[in-house]
């Protein structure tokens, strides 16, 4: 095999990809009961290597400390490899809890979507609980 066909092939050389932005959306209650379904879901995003995960909170009815956990989890991961987690448009009741727990001032919250109406043609995977 030529050099140009092994290249072209694959045969020799790996190369590697990376994602830049995985959105994810979170529906229902982000509850000890949901954690363990989410944080395989995150797992897979996060063994993609993305920039950024954007997790849509739109329809997130509920976030216990589990979930909270579990978001500041991610955060760390994602920090350890240059990356970043974003919340976008949790409610107003979701976002005073981000604020009483003082997470809002570690995680970052996309207030400015929470305003936005919901057009229901997101391309985000959907996490229903």
Known sequence: MSEDESAIGGGCRHGTATVSTIELAVSGWLDHSAVPTINATFDAALDRKPERIVLDLA???????????LLLEVHRRM?????????????????????????DHVLRVDAAAEAQSDDGGSKAASLST
Do not use: F
């Not at 329809?59 to 956990?69: K, L, N, P, R, S």
């Not at 919340?87 to 979701?94: A, E, G, N, Q, V």
């Open 59 to 69: 329809h997130c009815e509920y976030v216990d400390a589990a979930g909270i956990a």
């Open 79 to 103: 920090r350890r490899t240059g990356g970043m987690l974003e919340l976008r448009r949790p409610s107003p009741r979701l976002c005073r809890l981000l604020e009483i727990a003082r997470v």
